[in-house]
């Protein structure tokens, strides 16, 4: 070990013979676990003689000197120096430190650095921090946090306890990305430095415990306080399951958490719902609704045209960070728009008694329509009785653009039957759309030769 103080400096003193290199003090400042101490770190090319730390005050006044110096890691040449005692100040606080240094060929420096100080400040211990209970559910959100709190003067660098130290407590909340509002509680310390406060959590929370102290070099501690959260579920109906375009339905639901194995309603929550269909979305009426003291909800809404996914989901927000989210899907809610058979004509363009021609033609329209088919297969089909049908063709109705009406037209034998009805088919966004003629015909025996004349009734 290398030990000088006073005595040493006198070697070589300012004024003597300067070195062709001047030491070099690379930092000086407080040791971090002994702030009462203080530290230099000098590279020289000849070994260190003599140091000499100057603690002075912001205005510039001088408060002490430190001479006496004993080399705590490294070389005489590049080692790290360490006052070998104490400074016992009057006050508190950071205190600049200008450095001299000689070496013993008489090199000699003199620096200071606005980075370089004396942290003459209190240092703090924890000891037994805890946090009961170490996770909080929906029936339990207090937990109390205590422990014990130590101050360390740097003069002494000895743990101890003082009475009346704010100690408080930060907790930050999160769960499934959401945070909430820090909540923050405070205590004092009794004479042995013990503390004790409680925080009421939203949520799992990590909690800091720290001093509230000025002049203290603070070493809070960090405490986790888990999350148990209720298992929930949620059920859905929509009534009635195939509505005409523009129908309001009622959307009517419960929620319920499981508690000690037992279902049972969880009032005041939002749930949220929305019609999906294909990548559309549409919310279901303001998008968000409130269960009652019994944990149901209702509320109407006019779902989009077509076949319509209901999804509602409870995400267990803001103050319900204890209960687990939960989904549920009502599928094949059929929407319909109206499709209608407009203008259709039959006329007999000729044949015989056997095989008769017609010509039939119309439109198909969808008045209304949020939007249209890209196409539109019309069946036209007889019928002898007006209830039972036959598909003679189906034709293509077409028009100048989707939302205009679709003109199709379509020549058929007809062997029989009294009726001719031109029907489109429906389907998850269309209702079914018809329309019917009967058919002006001659009447009598089909003739014998096919010529279609009708023969002379028997006397």
């Not at 609704?289 to 779902?303: E, H, K, L, S």
């Not at 293509?396 to 003109?407: M, V």
């Amino acid at each position: 070990m290398v030990l000088f103080g006073v005595a040493a400096a006198a070697v070589a003193a300012p004024g003597g013979a300067r070195a062709a290199t001047a030491p070099k003090v690379d930092w000086a400042g407080s040791v971090s676990d002994d702030l009462g101490r203080v530290a230099v770190r000098i590279q020289s090319a000849v070994a260190v003689t003599a140091i000499k730390a100057h603690v002075v005050t912001l205005a510039g006044v001088e408060v002490a000197t430190v001479e006496a110096f004993e080399l705590h890691s490294g070389t005489a040449l590049n080692g790290e120096w360490r006052a070998s005692g104490r400074l016992s100040l009057a006050q508190l606080g950071n205190y600049p430190l200008t450095v001299e240094v000689w070496t013993a060929d008489g090199g000699y420096a003199h620096a200071q650095s606005a980075f370089w100080s004396l942290r003459y400040r209190l240092r703090e211990r924890f000891e037994g921090v805890a946090a009961a209970p170490e996770t909080v559910d929906f029936r339990h959100r207090t937990v109390t946090i205590s422990g014990r709190h130590l101050v360390i003067h740097p003069s002494a660098n000895t743990p101890a306890p003082v009475a009346g130290v704010t100690i408080g407590a930060d907790a930050y909340m999160s769960a499934d990305g959401t945070e909430y509002p820090r909540q923050t509680a405070q205590g004092a310390t009794g004479a042995d430095g013990a503390f004790r406060m409680e925080l009421t959590l939203a949520a799992g929370a990590s909690v800091t415990v720290n001093s509230v102290v000025e002049a203290m070099d603070h070493s809070g501690v960090q405490r986790w306080v888990g999350l148990v959260q209720t298992p929930t579920r949620l059920s859905v109906e929509v009534d009635p399951g195939t509505v005409r375009a523009g129908t309001a339905v009622e959307v009517r639901g419960l929620l319920e958490r499981q508690v000690d194995g037992v279902w049972e309603p969880l009032p005041g929550q939002v749930v949220r719902a929305h019609w999906e269909l294909g990548s559309y979305r549409k919310p279901v009426g303001t998008g968000e609704v409130t269960t009652d003291a019994a944990g149901r909800f209702t509320t109407t809404d006019v779902p989009p045209t077509g076949v319509n996914e209901l999804f509602a989901v409870y995400r267990g927000e803001g103050d319900s960070a204890f209960y687990l989210p939960c989904t549920t899907t009502v599928r094949d809610l059929r929407v319909q728009q109206d499709a209608v058979v407009q203008n259709f004509t039959a006329a007999r363009t000729g044949g015989t008694m056997r095989a008769e021609s017609w010509r039939v033609h119309g439109f198909v329209a969808y008045p209304g329509a949020e939007f249209f088919p890209a196409d539109t297969n019309v069946w036209i089909q007889t019928s002898a009785d007006g209830v039972s049908w036959r598909t003679l063709t189906i034709v293509r109705a077409q028009g100048p653009d989707l939302d205009s009406p679709r003109e199709f037209t379509a020549s058929v034998m007809l062997t029989g039957g009294r009726w001719l009805r031109a029907y489109v088919p429906g389907g998850p966004a269309f209702t079914d759309a018809s329309a019917v003629q009967k058919l002006n015909r001659p009447l009598g025996r089909l003739s014998v030769d096919g010529t279609g004349r009708v023969p002379v009734p028997r006397r």
